[in-house]
């Protein structure tokens, strides 16, 4: 009975859940708008006649590059200003720059406006987790997170359903303006309707001596020195350069290599990556919600079981002869490959100051995206490049199989995450090694 009144004492209330939906939201063009790219690969290619390997470097390294490593000084910013502020500008910025990527002529063009989007994206995610974690208490906090983190399966979903249409149907520059516009109205949304949480005002006050007088050179030194927070950014770059370098071709190597045409990806790998996705990151949540409480090893042990249990489906989705059988298998990629997402989020942002949190979340993800998304989709298409002298039409094929063994790479460093976590708990209880 103490329990269930402590649970609803602890409910979020209603701001609380609105703010979350219209984050979400916000992260769903995010994504949408950082995926479109590899969605409308083939006419993208066949428009501007670009290889494999450049387009791995535009949806990879070239974006990556700008997004990482501006979103440090941007989530430093946010610490000492409004992260409501800061995400509104950044929503506005990346989505102008989406509109522009469909006016552009040539690949030099494409790159400039893909780092612009990139520099816009650093002040996304970064400012919303710390808003999430000010928003909801400790116990609910990871259930947040994944629902959060619904945005990259909707916003992929939506971006394959929506943009493959209209692509079909029209040219594939015009999603890059509607997508865009839509974006430019919900910063908008953001500036008028979320409120700035107070810092902290979810967790337990803990004395802090002089936090904001860390400096920024220091925060930085003591994130990467702390070994939880290092291996959980290695950890979860391991597993985003499985998602990025799988989401990023998937397109292109279902149409390319499996026969399947633009407006049968609008529906049914559109239907793949919305169940899919979705319904592995609300899973995970809840699972790490419920084990963590026993033991915060759940916060990699979780993810380390769910990459092995992915491996397999993701080598017969590479290896099926015909694409409806393809996706029969890629669900469970699509299902298992995110578990580590919301997983990690949380585990740092509960192992740093309410002040430091969307400077930490943003050295997280220049880890976790630098490694990923930055080095992911480039790996992939210079070794579908590769690989074509000798595999022709099943170059792509031939990359993923390439990609397979880091599956164990992440699943590994997931277990050396929970030894480090366990290590982390004995110290605090005073226990021996």
Known sequence: MASTDMSAANAPGTRARVTLGILCFVYVLNFLDRQLISILAKPIQDGLQISDGQLGMITGFYFACFYCFIAIPVGWLADRTSRVGVL?????????????????????????????????????????????????????????????????????ALGVAFGASLAAAFSWRIPFYIIGAIGVVTALIVFLVVREPVRGQQDAAVPRADAQTVGFLATIGEFFSNPVLLMASLASGAGNFITYGLLNFTTLFLMREKGMALSDVAIWYALVVGIGMSAGIYASGRLVD?????????YATIPAISLLLALPFFLAFAWAPTWQLALVFLCGPMFFNSFFLSATVTLVQGEVPPERRVISGALLLLVMNFIGLGLGPTYVGMASDFFRPTHGAHALQAAYYALAPMYVIGAALFLVLARQIRRSEWLQQGRPQ
Do not use: H
């Not at 928003?135 to 399966?153: D, H, V």
């Not at 084990?291 to 759940?298: D, G, L, M, Q």
């Open 88 to 156: 509104s500008v950044g929503c506005a910025l990346w989505s102008a720059a989406t509109a522009a990527c469909g006016m552009v002529g040539s690949y030099g063009q494409l790159v400039v406006a893909r780092m612009m989007v990139g520099i816009g994206e650093a002040g996304g995610v970064p400012p919303s987790y710390a808003i999430i974690s000010d928003s909801f208490p400790k116990e609910r906090r990871t259930t947040a997170m994944a629902i959060f983190n619904l945005g990259p399966p909707i916003g992929s």
């Open 290 to 298: 419920r084990f963590a409480r026993r033991s915060k090893t759940a």
